[in-house]
């Protein structure tokens, strides 16, 4: 078995680096690598962003917003979490028992005491809580299955960044099932620190398999730096991927109630907007809906067309970032 401990807690870092493995490396045997990320909100690949995230949140706190290649629900990641992947070849069209990565896992909490089991979701539970979500992928006669395992994560962070809002999103993307959480740490009688407890994850894997680690060189690092770059830190790729939507938002304001309608589709382009409610201005509401029909739902690109008109004329006592604000977040 090759290993891996990535050293960087950048969560489009991480994420670049185990495409890369698993894209790139040619394994002729099974890989494992353990990896932490500062806070982020991780999404499916066919989520929706809008919709799984409590962006206003997220934006005050700093936390970054990231999409995976694999399937799945939206999770949290912050230094008290431990992130995993298993990476092994795999035969096209041959069906894997994913649960398999499982059991070295729950082997390891059995040595700390801990009693754990794996639901029929693959989810990984203590006493019926959820401490570990994992995705999974094939692709190219290659198996990814990853997760996350919350050892002393802010569980209040993680509730506020993933609880949804009150506007009403109708998307085809997939929706995550909320469960009842716990951290790992809350059952050790004798707590360990996290590294402690990665150094313990790591030596019952490697030890029963003959493991060497991976050794990457400058040319990797370079290519999975582009990667980060172009894929994993872009707007067009977190945000723009999410599947078409309509949003009815409604907010009070010191002009009075708004509430918008909007259809967006893939790659964030507004196909429809309606402005209502309570507010007064001088110039005709239509004419800043056609303003932005078409535009990209992002907040700098739409800071960008406000800013040849005066939203004030439209909206009386509203400013570009105030309005920008309200369709964004």
């Not at 070849?89 to 390891?108: H, L, W, Y």
């Not at 993307?173 to 313990?200: A, L």
Request: proline share 2%; glycine share 6%; aromatic share 10%.
């Amino acid at each position: 078995m090759l290993f891996y401990y990535s050293e960087s807690t950048d969560p489009y870092y991480n994420l670049a680096l185990e495409e890369y493995i698993f894209s790139n490396i040619e394994l002729e045997e099974s890989f494992f690598m353990l990896w932490r990320n500062d806070n982020a909100v991780v999404i499916g690949r066919n989520q929706n962003a809008i919709r799984e995230i409590n962006l206003d949140f997220v934006r005050k706190m700093n936390t970054k917003v990231i999409r995976r290649n694999t399937g799945g629900g939206a999770v949290y990641h912050d230094l008290g979490n431990l992130n995993y992947s298993f990476i092994q070849n795999c035969e096209n069209g041959r069906k894997i028992d994913f649960s398999q990565f499982a059991v070295p896992i729950i082997e390891t909490l059995d040595q700390l005491g801990i009693k754990a089991e794996c639901n029929n979701r693959n989810d990984l539970v203590i006493d019926g809580r959820k401490f570990s979500g994992t995705a999974q992928m094939m692709k190219n006669g290659k198996a990814l299955h990853h997760g996350t395992l919350l050892y002393n994560s802010n569980l209040d962070f993680l509730r506020q960044s993933l609880s949804e809002k009150a506007d009403k999103i109708e998307s085809k993307g997939v929706k995550s099932v909320r469960s009842h959480i716990t951290n790992i740490v809350e059952h050790m009688s004798n707590p360990i620190s996290i590294k402690q407890f990665s150094n313990c994850l790591m030596a019952s894997i490697t030890k029963k398999n003959n493991s060497y680690p991976l050794s990457l060189n400058n040319k990797d690092f370079k290519v999975i730096q582009q990667l980060q770059e172009t894929k994993y830190s872009t707007w067009e790729w977190n945000y723009g991927k999410s599947p078409r939507y309509e949003m009815l938002k409604t907010r009070n304001f010191r002009c009075g109630e708004l509430t918008i309608a909007m259809n967006v589709l893939q790659q964030g382009i507004i196909d429809f907007i309606s402005i209502t409610g309570e507010f007064s201005g001088n110039q005709d509401i239509h004419q800043l809906e056609k303003l932005l029909k078409g535009k990209i739902l992002k907040e700098s690109k739409l800071l960008e067309v406000l800013s040849y008109c005066n939203v004030n004329d439209f909206i009386s006592g509203i400013t570009a970032e105030e309005f920008t604000n309200i369709l964004v977040f």
